[in-house]
């Protein structure tokens, strides 16, 4: 796995060496970042199940998780009247018998199942026809007495962990319970004592335990707390220490605002800028005339027209004979910024060109410009941060979704670049405080207004039971000449049926229900370019509906599209939604966003569509979002455009992170080159972890 190596011992031990791991299992664990028995240890539940222990038949309710040793009574095999079939299996406590249903099974089943003899189960408790009885549920015979799953069967508490195909919860249970029996002893703490002291926390040998095997919410999220601090902390050595270094040599370039460019895009925008708008620009532009490099981030809602104020910038430093270049995180995005900014400037003496990766005729000639100065304004994909790629007097950079690039990306363009003045836009609303802890010496522009123009998406819950109604309300938009997006959640239990959800919707509708419109299919197993190329057919109108995965590019204007239909909106978070939602809407006209639920489904869930329904402004969204990851999700870790840390909940564990942080610069203020010998524990771990990136960053 991609990250420190701390715990020399336990990261260098391959998992292999875990009892019940072998090469077959090691590269199956290999697909979810496990590699050595550290990893394995680390690799945290996504959620933990709460169930009832032994509970009494009678005491049971439909939506219960129980897990319980029953007697089997009978056993059953039916034919349904579509001539499946299915397995009934009866059991009781003694007092009371339920069904345990099966509709698909091994041969072995049968054998397995006797009458008189007991079996172990744990499941869901639902209910047919008034009765109530257990579908699938896992289950042990009984004469299997291995330690491990006496262990298992009796824990309130049940973790469930990311998967992948060909691994079940039952082994990765196992192994990881292997795991800690045979090495727990050798977990190392990475935690000088004195934060430990400090902060009342659990040793990190005894926090991994508790992660797995903790009985108590209290305790395990007492637990996490601690990683979350450890991410923290040691990110915020590297800030320390990182505006250490700035502070000495600052000095970036200054710009005139001569009032030339930048007045002459005024006049040709086809709208008035926002007052948020003018605001932010002011904002950037006294940054850009003082002499300290500029280094804010540009946040507004998906819509609320960073590009153009991103444009003005780049004319400021144009106008003072700079270059200036955005980078996007794909070619799709890159060229929607060219096309625009052409169209804009027309006319005007500005060489702009556009720098994508690969080879392809006239990017030599292209290059050349850059190198020699002659092309002003350049937009490019990744395709900037290579080796070759040269730029004569490179005076500013925006770069798009900022969080698509990881920190050394951005910090790449810049340190080849002398000082030039760093924007970073994003469409993420994060507080201030948090912006600058999270990416150091950062300042923030807001952009908290949307164009007048826009109309508010109108947005409607359904269930799945009425989507054929849905199909028929998109296919009046179609027949207006409209373009419609249908997204599918990602689900992580099994990648693989994410896509064949998706692929189920995008058979049906091509093949039925809008067999005469043209359907396109996108999702995350396509290729850059093929996913790339399936955008672009849409964004040209060639395609009127794409069905799609959570993939959709973020960022990318079809005005065209006035349809948004969301499918298993329950399974999505608020932030999620929001940005798919930002889809739509981006012309004058009126756009729909349908959130299509499936049952069961939680209240939590619920809450979260009918805030949809009421709101289109992200910043409540944002807030709502935050109340209503009460404890119950707090370890779902949900793409929120941060930085990704492995643990820590940027948004949740704000507090922590400001422990972790005051922590940090009180120990670089006291030994900025951490060589005290109380330090050592943070500087060998500092250096595992940040050593590379430091590097980087600081130049
Ligand atoms: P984002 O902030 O999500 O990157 P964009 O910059 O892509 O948003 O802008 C979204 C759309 O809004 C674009 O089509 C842009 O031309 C338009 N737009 C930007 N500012 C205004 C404005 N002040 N009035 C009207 N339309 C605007
Ligand atoms: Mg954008």
């Not at 305790?219 to 923290?232: G, K, M, S, V």
């Amino acid at each position: 796995m991609n990250r420190s190596n701390y715990n020399t011992d336990l990261n260098n031990t391959p998992v292999q060496f875990v009892k019940g791991v072998g090469e077959a299992r090691a590269r199956l664990l290999a697909k979810l970042g496990v590699e050595s028995i550290l990893d394995l240890m680390e690799l945290f539940p996504r959620l933990y199940i709460s169930r009832t222990v032994n509970p009494r038949f009678a005491q049971m309710q439909e939506g219960d998780m129980v897990a319980m040793t029953a007697n089997i009574s009978w056993i059953d095999e039916q034919y349904t009247a579509r001539g499946k079939k299915v397995l009934n299996l009866g059991v009781n406590d003694g007092d009371v018998g339920i069904v345990c249903k099966w509709f698909k099974y091994h041969r072995g089943y049968l054998q397995s199942f006797i009458p008189g003899n007991k079996i172990w189960l744990s499941g869901m408790v639902s209910a047919y026809n008034g009765q109530l009885q257990l579908v699938h549920p896992d289950f042990e015979v009984f004469e299997d007495d291995e330690e491990d799953l006496d262990f298992w069967q009796e824990r309130k508490l049940l973790p469930v962990y990311p998967l992948t195909t060909g691994l079940s919860q039952k082994v990765l249970r196992r192994i990881i319970y292997n795991a800690f029996q045979s090495y727990a002893d050798k977990v190392s703490e990475n935690l000088p004592q004195v934060v430990i002291d400090k902060h009342d926390f659990t040793l990190r040998r005894n926090a991994l335990q508790i992660m797995h095997f903790g009985q108590d919410e209290a305790r395990i999220n007492q637990a996490r707390r601690r990683f979350a601090y450890e991410e923290f902390f040691y990110a915020q050595i590297l800030w320390a220490r990182h505006l250490r270094y700035k502070s000495d040599k600052s000095l970036g370039n200054i710009f005139e605002n001569k009032k030339k460019l930048t007045t002459e895009l005024k006049k040709r925008l086809p709208y008035e800028l926002t007052s948020a708008q003018k605001r932010v620009i002011r904002e950037i532009f006294t940054d850009m005339a003082s002499k300290k490099q500029m280094s804010r981030l540009l946040q507004g809602d998906v819509g609320s027209g960073k590009t153009i104020v991103t444009l003005f910038a780049m004319l400021l430093a144009l106008e003072n004979g700079f270059q200036a270049a955005i980078m996007a995180p794909t070619e799709i995005l890159a060229e929607q910024h060219y096309q625009n900014f052409q169209k804009l400037l027309e006319g005007l003496a500005i060489k702009i060109v556009l720098i994508k990766g690969g080879n392809y005729k006239g990017k030599a000639a292209d290059k050349a410009a850059m190198k020699d100065g002659s092309a002003q304004l350049i937009i490019g994909t990744h395709a900037l941060i290579q080796k070759d790629v040269e730029f004569a007097r490179l005076g500013f950079i925006a770069i798009d979704e900022q969080h698509r690039f990881g920190v050394e990306q951005r910090a790449e363009l810049s340190r080849k670049n002398g000082i030039p003045d760093m924007l970073y836009l994003s469409a993420t609303p994060i507080p201030r405080s948090l912006a600058i802890t999270v990416y150091g010496d950062l300042q923030v522009s807001r952009i908290d207004e949307l164009p007048p123009n826009r109309k508010k998406v109108l947005t409607y819950i359904r269930s799945s039971k009425s989507f054929d109604q849905v199909l028929g309300d998109v296919e009046k938009q179609l027949k207006q000449g409209r373009q419609a997006y249908f997204v599918c959640p990602l689900i992580e239990e099994s990648d693989k049926i994410d896509l064949l959800d998706a692929e189920r919707l995008f058979k049906y509708l091509s093949e039925k229900a809008f067999k005469k419109w043209k359907v396109e299919l996108m999702h995350g197993r396509m290729t850059n370019q093929i996913k790339d190329e399936t955008m672009r057919r849409f964004k040209d109108g060639e395609t009127h509906v794409l069905v799609s995965t959570t993939v959709i590019e973020v960022g990318v204007d079809v005005p065209n599209a006035s349809v948004m239909v969301i499918e298993h909106a329950e399974r999505f978070g608020l932030a999620q939604l929001h940005q798919l939602r930002g889809r739509v809407g981006r012309g004058g006209d009126q756009a729909y966003c349908y959130l299509i639920e499936h049952y069961p489904r939680s209240n939590i869930a619920r809450e979260r569509l009918s805030i949809m329904r009421q709101t289109n402004d992200g910043f409540l969204i944002a807030e709502k979002d935050l109340e209503l990851r009460g404890p119950g999700e707090i370890f779902g870790r949900e793409q929120s455009g941060l930085p990704q840390f492995r643990f820590a909940n940027l948004v949740l564990d704000q507090d922590i992170l400001t422990l972790a942080r005051e922590d940090a610069i009180l120990l670089i203020d006291n030994d900025p080159q951490i060589i005290q010998d109380k330090n050592k524990i943070v500087k060998d771990n500092y250096l595992a972890i940040y050593k590379q990136k430091e590097e980087l960053i600081n130049y």
